[in-house]
C-alpha cells in the first residue's frame, strides 16, 4: 500500500510504533497481503484505515477502523475522510462492508459516508448500507437528521443512478439511538455492540465496544477522559483510544494560540499523558492510541509521554496497520494492499436493474445527441 519512500520516512515513527508486536516478535516489521490470507474461525482481526486528525494529508487518512470476525461478520467503526480509498486497497466486496457505527458526526469521522454509500453501490454492493450513530442533544444534532441530509444532499447522483443499476445497493438504513445511554446497539449472531456516553466537543458522542467469542474490541471515538469508557472497557483484548498533541504541539506544530491549544487538548480531547493513565487504569492485553501525527519528529514525545504510566502492550496508530487477536496472543503487521484496485465481486449478483425506475433525460436533452454511425 505504501510506496518505499513513505515506508522509509515511517521508519522513525515505525521503530517508536513497533513496541507493538507480542513476545515472540522477533521481525521489527512483518506484512499482511489481504487477499491471500484467511481469517481463523476463532479470531478478530482490526485493520487502521485512518489514524488521523481534521487536517487533510496523504500519509494519514481520518479516522476509520475495520473489525472482521472469523464467522465473516466485518464491521466499520467510523469512516472519516480519506480512509475509502484505505479500506479499497483490501479488495473485499462491498456487499460485506454494509454496518457502519459512528462515533459523533464531525466530518473527520464521517467525511466518505457519502462515498461509502454510493461508491460502495456503484462497486458492486447488493445490500443496503446500514448506519447506527448516536442522536443529538436536539433532533437536527442526531444521526437520523444528518443522515436525511446526507441523501437530500446525494438525491441528484442516486437518481440518476436507479434504473441503470440494481437497485438493492442503492438505499440508505439508519438506526439512531440515546447518546447519553450505556446500552447495547446491536446483537446478532454472537456478536454484542454497545455504545455509551463520550465527553467531547458537545452532546452527541460516544464510544464503542464489540464482544464475540469471548474476545473483546474497545473504540473511544473522540472523546477526553471519563468514567463510561474506564468502566465499559474493563477486560478488553484491544483498546483504541483517541490521543492528540500535548498543549505545547498545538502550539509548535498547529500554530494555535495558547488559550485555544488548552481547550482543544486537555478538554475536548485527550492529551498523550492523559492517555497513558487511562491506558494504566484499563490494562487492556494490547492499546491503540489515535487521532494524532506520526510524524518523525512528533510520535517519539507521544509515545514517551503515555510510557510515563503505561508499560503494557503499544501502538501508536499508523494507518494500513493490522492486529490479529486471537486466544492466545495479538499481533500486529503492516497491511500490503492494492494500489489500483477494481470492485471485487459480489457474492451473489444483485440481478438487471429495473428500467421503471429510470428518471429519463428531457426530449430536448435528448435532441441534442450526435449519432454517430460505424463506417
Known amino acids: 500500500m505504501k510506496s518505499l519512500g513513505t515506508m522509509l520516512a515511517g521508519l522513525v515513527c515505525a521503530v517508536f510504533a513497533t513496541q507493538v508486536l507480542a513476545e515472540n516478535a522477533g521481525d ?114 442526531g444521526t437520523a437528521a444528518a443522515m436525511d441530509g446526507l441523501e437530500k444532499m446525494l438525491a441528484w447522483d442516486v437518481a440518476g443512478r436507479r434504473g441503470n443499476m440494481p437497485s438493492s445497493g442503492g438505499h440508505l438504513e439508519v438506526t439512531e439511538f440515546d447518546y447519553s445511554k450505556t446500552q447495547v446497539v446491536y446483537d446478532q449472531n454472537g456478536v454484542v455492540i454497545r455504545a455509551w456516553p463520550a465527553i467531547h466537543a458537545i452532546d452527541g458522542s460516544v464510544s464503542f465496544s464489540l464482544e464475540w467469542n469471548d474476545l473483546k474490541f474497545v473504540y473511544s471515538g473522540d472523546t477526553n477522559p471519563n468514567k463510561w469508557f474506564v468502566d465499559n472497557a474493563q477486560d478488553a483484548d484491544l483498546v483504541i483510544h483517541e490521543c492528540y498533541l500535548t498543549v505545547q504541539q498545538f502550539i509548535d506544530f498547529k500554530n494555535y494560540d495558547p488559550e485555544r491549544a488548552r481547550l482543544i487538548a486537555t478538554v475536548i480531547h485527550t492529551p498523550p499523558d492523559a492517555c497513558g493513565k487511562l491506558f494504566a487504569m484499563i490494562r487492556p492485553r494490547h492499546a491503540i492510541a489515535y487521532h494524532t501525527f506520526d510524524d518523525f519528529d512528533i510520535a517519539p514525545s507521544t509515545m514517551a509521554a503515555i510510557r510515563e504510566t503505561y508499560d503494557g502492550p503499544l501502538t501508536l496508530g499508523q494507518d494500513m496497520l493490522v492486529w490479529n487477536v486471537t486466544k492466545e496472543a495479538v499481533t500486529v503487521r503492516e497491511v500490503v494492499g492494492s494500489e489500483n484496485p477494481l470492485p471485487a465481486d459480489p457474492p451473489t449478483p444483485a440481478g438487471p436493474p429495473d428500467p421503471n425506475e429510470r428518471a429519463e433525460l428531457s426530449d430536448w436533452l435528448n435532441e441534442g445527441r450526435l449519432h454517430f454511425t460505424d463506417n
Open 28 to 141: 521489527l516489521r512483518k506484512f499482511y497481503y489481504p487477499t491471500t490470507e484467511k481469517l481463523g474461525e476463532q479470531e478478530m482481526r482490526v485493520v487502521s484505515l485512518g489514524t488521523g486528525t481534521p487536517n487533510f494529508r496523504h500519509s494519514q487518512a481520518s479516522a476509520s477502523w475495520l473489525v472482521e470476525l472469523g464467522n465473516g461478520e466485518k464491521f466499520l467503526f467510523d469512516v472519516g475522510t480519506g480512509s475509502l480509498a484505505n479500506l479499497a486497497a483490501l479488495e473485499i466486496p462491498y456487499t460485506f462492508l454494509d454496518k457502519v457505527f459512528i462515533s459523533h458526526l464531525h466530518v473527520d469521522h464521517i467525511g466518505d459516508l457519502d462515498a461509502l454509500y454510493v461508491g460502495g453501490w456503484v462497486s458492486n454492493r447488493t445490500v443496503p448500507l446500514r448506519v447506527w450513530g448516536p442522536s443529538g442533544l436536539e433532533p437536527e444534532y
